[in-house]
């Protein structure tokens, strides 16, 4: 299907692979993000909770702000954070 003159394939929007859940501590990921996150050598399941992550990748970024992947996981792991554990 194309949106916005983007080729999307709809089977993505509801695929496991795309789904969060808990690895530990707090820490919700979909697969897709693991995959992203070990790519540079980020290992999620050491991490001591949400903002051990975020420094984490923070700290890769700070030495390479071209690694668009990682920027777009940085923003969806905030984003939920945000909305998961902040009190509105």
Do not use: A, W
């Not at 969060?20 to 001591?48: A, T």
Request: glycine share 4%.
């Amino acid at each position: 299907m194309n949106i916005n003159g983007e080729e999307i394939d709809i089977s993505d929007l509801v695929s496991q692979k795309y789904m969060h859940k808990e690895i530990g501590k707090g820490i919700f990921l979909s697969d897709y993000q693991i995959e992203v996150l070990l790519k540079y050598d980020i290992d999620p399941y050491k991490c001591s909770g949400i903002d051990d992550l975020i420094f984490q990748i923070d700290e890769v970024l700070e030495d390479d702000d071209t690694l668009d992947d990682l920027e777009n996981i940085s923003r969806e792991i905030s984003e939920f954070n945000y909305y998961s554990n902040t009190n509105k």
